[in-house]
């Protein structure tokens, strides 16, 4: 069975930084893309970020380049995502999510038709101004 389960949400002043943690199991890690999605309040669901497991590759969406760092611990099947410089507007609730197939996984990120096979129930981040 596939988990994907997501820890290290909080509240946080705006300008602080935090650590979200995914744990996946149940599939072949080095073979999956992972990436994080959140979901504000009222708002549609948005990609955040993804990792190519493979290879390492990252991608982020442009509101959070350079604010947030995603990677992965193969040997732990783990992947983070580090926020720095939170903003209020960063406030929703995070998840983790997992695909096999690199490009859908990327054009989900980014919006697109597609979704992701798995998904975890998500970690709340609350960043106050």
């Known amino acids: 069975e596939v988990q994907l389960v997501e820890s290290g949400g909080g509240l946080v002043q705006a300008g602080g930084s935090l650590r979200l943690s995914c744990a996946a199991s149940?599939?072949?890690?080095?073979?999956?893309?992972i990436g994080w999605f959140r979901q504000a309040p009222g708002k549609e669901r948005e990609g955040v970020s993804l990792i190519s497991i493979g290879d390492n590759t990252t991608y982020y969406v442009d509101s959070v380049r350079d604010r947030f760092t995603i990677s992965s611990d193969n040997a732990k099947r783990t992947v983070y995502l580090q926020m720095n410089s939170l903003k209020p507007e960063d406030t929703a609730v995070y998840y983790c999510?997992?695909?096999?197939?690199?490009?859908?996984?990327?054009?989900?990120?980014?919006?697109?038709?597609?979704?992701?096979?798995?998904w975890g129930k998500g970690t709340l981040v609350t960043v106050s101004s």
């Open positions: 999510a997992a695909d096999p197939y690199i490009p859908y996984a990327i054009a989900t990120l980014r919006g697109g038709p597609y979704d992701m096979d798995h």
């Open positions: 149940g599939f072949t890690f080095e073979t999956y893309a």
